[in-house]
């Protein structure tokens, strides 16, 4: 077998895997690096954020406030030192992104604009227009072209971490376009991959959001920290889980029920007097409350019945209306026009006319790859960035925008580390690289193309997607829990029976089909039975039969291990520097 062999490996070619590849090349444009992504790096889920990307700017601000405000966020959930690190570095990134190359929108004076955002107690999020994830990953993408030390692996799907001597030291990877698998060789592999909101029914992610680098990180021993806390966004398009984001709300969209009733006020969110601005009164609104507090205040209008009834191409569905009427057409088109794009497009409606229907979906990870504050995991040799890992800054519930801000931040920060691993590390194991891509290719020929099965994708995939929803969704019990678990354990068993009827070489995608759901079975179990064993409720886990945050057993991280049976959880401190835990309170609404 052919072996391709460099310095770095980095998987993903999102933000996080783009930011990694430059760091490396501002480090020492000598190492080379391979950037394998699944498809073209372009078409990466980063592609599609709209909002924006938090980060200190405004004199009003401060980098205390922004550590605060997040770690009030994650409910004292997220490491302190890694949030202190975050914040300290964003500005830096934001600045340089822009001598990069990526137009940060303007007020009239020249000054970088910046919007608010949800649980942002002051307006510290960047963005460009809402294409901002757009602009940001084209300003990556031509950055790193400069560096002629990046050969591109666009289009290869890694299947398999290859471990030699306790190192990961490599990835088997299919070439999509001839199908064969090719070992590549790395002292450092840096995992970007992304999220894996598409073990969810109803989402905001991408198709090819499936949790691939977390099942490759935790097949080799890593484990997975914070599973149990998965992100709704409140305002998705019902049917089709396209986001419209959140800075509708920032710009003064506000949230109504069936009544027309803003229901939000019923719920404690408002945003403390210091943000209020008399010549933007919206700004102050409760529609403003972080992500998981409105997403269960929806959850209570629908007990409630006071949501609307919408039928759609998956049946009907309880929705309430975005209505940005008021902002007028010339704000619109301007501040959010990607907004009313999507929602004629996606749901027939133009909203300078009229409200927009709209849901929770799923919407982000805040766990992944547990790593420490340098991008590193416990086996050496693998580091992991943005998304797919956990650092971790969001505990239980992630603050909009500051993602973007984390891919930059994070992404270079585990590239540095990953080139001092490789300095200290320059040997690897050809012959074993080798025979264990050799080995992954024979299991891939013997499983889906010598065999075929009994069951198929679409079948375990869609059961997959309604128990997780069912039991794993915005509210919780042991009940419900338990109840996925056992489906999972039994849709994986089910799993080995699954067949595929397209046997070509060529772009497979049925093969990479499925190869994905048993990534994203393995990223539901540590999801569900972390959840189950969490008996607290905490951020965006909300368990019904454990209604209380409980800081003396749970102001832990969870950390889920592989094993043959089910996993094993087990748990990791928390790291408080400054800000002792409180009650998360976000202020009486009084507009
Ligand atoms: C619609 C939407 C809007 C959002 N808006 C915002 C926002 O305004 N502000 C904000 O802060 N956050 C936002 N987010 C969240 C944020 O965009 C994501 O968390 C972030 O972009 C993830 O970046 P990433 O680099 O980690 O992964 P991605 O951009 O998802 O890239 C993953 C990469 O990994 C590669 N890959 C995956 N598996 C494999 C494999 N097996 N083999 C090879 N390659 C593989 C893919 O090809 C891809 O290149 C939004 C998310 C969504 C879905």
């Known amino acids: 077998m052919e072996f391709l062999n460099h310095d770095i490996l980095i998987v993903g070619g999102g933000g996080a895997g783009l930011r990694a590849s430059i760091a490396i090349g501002e480090e020492n444009p000598q190492l080379s690096v391979g950037v394998i992504s699944k498809v073209y790096p372009m078409r990466s889920h980063t592609i599609s954020a709209e909002g924006g990307a938090a980060a200190v700017i405004k004199a009003n601000d401060s980098l205390d406030a922004h550590a605060r405000d ?34 940060w929108s303007r007020e009239p004076d020249g000054h970088v604009a910046v919007r608010p955002f949800g649980g942002m107690k002051i307006e510290r999020t960047w963005f460009a227009a809402d294409k901002t994830g757009f602009h940001m990953l084209h300003a990556l993408f031509q950055t790193s072209l400069k560096y002629n030390n990046v050969t591109r692996y666009d289009e290869w799907f890694v299947t398999r971490l290859l471990v030699d001597d306790g190192r990961v030291q490599g990835v088997a990877a299919i070439e999509l376009r001839t199908g064969q698998v090719r070992a590549i060789g790395g002292k450092a592999v840096i995992l970007c991959t992304g999220g894996a909101g598409r073990i969810f029914p109803f989402t905001t992610n991408a198709a090819i959001k499936t949790g691939d680098g977390m099942a490759l990180a935790y097949r ?26 959140e800075a509708a709300r920032g710009e003064g969209g506000i949230l109504v029920n069936k009544d027309g009733y803003r229901y939000l006020q019923d719920y404690n969110l408002g945003q403390p007097l210091d943000v209020r601005d008399p010549r933007h ?8 409350g972080p992500r998981d507090r409105l997403s269960q205040a929806f959850m209570k209008e629908v007990e409630k019945g006071r949501t609307i009834k919408l039928e759609t191409a998956v049946g009907p569905v309880d929705v309430v209306h975005l209505d940005v009427r008021h902002l007028g057409e ?8 990607f907004v009313r794009e999507l929602a004629k497009n996606y749901a027939g409606i133009d909203p300078v006319y009229e409200p927009i229907p709209v849901r929770p979906v799923v919407h982000y990870m805040m766990g992944g790859v547990s790593t420490n504050i340098e991008g590193a995991t416990i086996v050496p040799g693998l580091f992991a960035a943005g998304e797919c890992a956990c650092v971790s800054i969001n505990g239980a519930n992630r603050l909009g925008s500051n993602s973007l801000t984390e891919l930059l931040v994070f992404g270079a920060r585990a590239a540095r580390s990953a080139v001092k691993f490789a300095a200290d590390h320059p040997q690897i194991n050809k012959d074993a690289l080798i025979a264990q891509a050799e080995d992954e290719q024979r299991q891939i020929t013997q499983r889906w193309f010598q065999k075929d099965g009994s069951e198929t994708i679409a079948a375990i995939r869609l059961e997959l997607n309604k128990t997780m929803e069912a039991g794993c969704g915005i509210y919780r019990s042991e009940e419900s829990l338990k109840k996925t678990c056992d489906d999972i354990r039994k849709l994986k068993e089910r799993y080995h029976n699954v067949g595929i009827s397209d046997k070509s070489i060529s772009f497979n995608t049925e093969l990479t ?11 539901a179990e540590a999801v569900a039975f972390s959840a189950l064993a969490r008996q607290e409720s905490r951020g965006s886990h909300q368990r019904t039969d454990f209604a209380k945050r409980d800081d003396e057993k749970y102001l832990k991280h969870s950390l889920a291990y592989r094993t043959d049976g089910d996993p094993r959880i087990e748990y990791l401190d928390v790291v408080i520097t400054k800000w002792p835990p409180a009650e998360r309170v976000y202020g009486q609404q009084t507009s």
């Open 281 to 288: 009164p919206q700004k102050a609104s409760m529609e403003l």
């Open 330 to 337: 010339e704000k619109i088109n301007k501040k959010i026009p």
């Open 220 to 245: 080799v021993g890593v484990p997975l920290k914070d599973m149990e806390f998965v992100q709704y966004h409140p305002t998705g398009l019902p049917g089709t889980g396209i986001l419209i984001t």
């Open 70 to 103: 997040t770690i009030t966020g994650s409910d004292w959930l997220a490491d302190q030192d890694a949030v202190e690190a975050f914040v300290n570095e964003a500005p830096k990134e934001m600045i340089q992104l822009e001598h990069w190359g990526c137009p």
């Open 513 to 523: 089909a499925a190869i994905e759901l048993g990534f994203m079975l393995d990223t």
